[in-house]
Nanobody
Framework: QVQLRESGGGLVQAGGSLRLSCAAS????????MGWFRQAPGKEREFVGG????????KYADSVKGRFTISRDNAKKTVYLQLNSLKPEDTAVYYC?????????????????WGQGTQVTVSS
């Protein structure tokens, strides 16, 4: 089963940027659509965005559309989440996840593997 590891989280001021990375151990990484989710204290884990297996299709939550960008490099077995114009309400633990198939999935139960998460904190 694919194993995932996120990195790149940290503390940033409102309006700032971060780039999260998610490295996969599975040689067939390119067979999976990938998703990014986040979970704030006391809240449910929510979909942030997803990217198809080829990288040709992306989807975003309305709350991050126009500010966050997902990309992937299948040769490096890595998916990225660029976070721009960050707001305090973006503060959460961010997780990457591998979907069951080639196409983007938005529900947590549609994903078969998860990273350990990386903390993003946005100060006002």
């Amino acid at each position: 089963q694919v194993q995932l590891r996120e990195s790149g989280g940290g503390l940033v001021q409102a309006g700032g940027s971060l780039r999260l990375s998610c490295a996969a151990s599975e040689p067939i990484f390119s067979s999976y659509a990938m998703g990014w989710f986040r979970q704030a204290p006391g809240k449910e884990r929510e979909f942030v965005g997803g990217i198809s297996w080829s990288g040709g299709d992306t989807k975003y939550a309305d709350s991050v559309k126009g500010r966050f960008t997902i990309s992937r490099d299948n040769a490096k077995k890595t998916v990225y989440l660029q976070l721009n114009s960050l707001k305090p309400e973006d503060t959460a633990v961010y997780y990457c996840a591998a979907a069951r198939g080639f196409t983007i999935a938005t529900r947590t139960d549609e994903h078969i593997a998860w990273g350990q998460g990386t903390q993003v904190t946005v100060s006002s």
